[in-house]
């Protein structure tokens, strides 16, 4: 089955700086690759998607980029603030199975 | 997209007894899934509710211990029987309105403490 690998686990940038989580999957029939950020209590909100016909998706600040060739995706967030600390998960699934896996996790600090 | 209603959104329980954690989902929805959060950690599937059939458990998760109903289309329960404090984790609730790649919206959860 399809598993994700997420790094860094904890990351920390200063507020206006950008921030970089990484990705691999293992399963070449995975398609679809979202993100998600769960904040405390909360549970996991949709932030961004990209499909495998895409290489790189872009809304505001977020962007994520995809590598098929190395099964690689990424979140870039840039001009951090505050309110972007939170825990961002990435994941993938397939089409005809919809099951989404997960990443273990990143637990963004923006520093004042 | 969709609106998912957990309850309830946290409990304290004896071991031993059972819950059961309601998802009610503003719109009809074509798959629902329970997942398993422990604390500080990441999203673990439990099963696949199935409307009208038995769900469809991952590996480590089993019937009796966590039973799933899903009636009908906008409605699912899941039941953690016989805790242990092993049990004590956030369960979450996500919908999928269609099928393949697909938005996956999640509700607020249920925080458990089994003590």
């Known amino acids: 089955g399809e598993n994700v690998e997420q790094h860094p686990s904890t990351l920390s940038v200063q507020e206006g700086d950008s921030a970089v989580i990484k990705c691999t999957y293992s399963?070449?029939?995975?398609?679809?690759f979202p993100w998600y950020k769960q904040e405390l209590g909360k549970g996991p909100q949709l932030i961004i998607d990209?499909?495998?016909?895409?290489g790189e998706k872009k809304d505001q600040r977020i962007a994520v980029t995809l590598n098929k060739t190395a099964k690689h995706f990424s979140l870039h967030i840039t001009e951090t603030q505050p309110e972007d600390s939170a825990v961002y998960f990435c994941?993938?699934?397939?089409?005809?199975?919809?099951?989404?896996?997960f990443g273990k996790g990143t637990r963004l600090h923006i520093l004042p | 997209s969709a609106v998912i209603s957990q309850k309830p959104s946290r409990d304290i329980c004896q071991r031993g007894t059972s819950l059961t954690i309601q998802c009610q989902v503003d719109?009809?929805?074509?798959?629902m899934f329970w997942y398993r959060q422990q604390p500080g950690q990441s999203l673990t599937l439990i099963a696949t509710?199935?409307?009208?059939?038995?769900?469809?458990?991952e590996s480590g998760f089993v019937i009796d211990k966590f039973p799933i109903s899903r009636p009908n289309l906008t409605f699912s329960t899941l039941t953690v029987s016989n805790m242990s404090p092993e049990d004590s984790s956030i369960y979450l609730c996500?919908?999928?309105?269609?099928?393949?790649?697909?938005?996956?919206?999640f509700g607020q959860g249920t925080r458990l403490t089994v003590v």
């Open positions: 994941a993938a699934s397939s089409v005809g199975d919809d099951k989404i896996i």
């Open positions: 990209i499909r495998s016909n895409v």
């Open positions: 509710a199935n409307q009208g059939s038995e769900a469809t458990y």
């Open positions: 719109s009809q929805v074509t798959m």
């Open positions: 996500s919908v999928t309105t269609g099928q393949g790649d697909t938005e996956a919206f």
């Open positions: 399963d070449s029939a995975s398609n679809y």
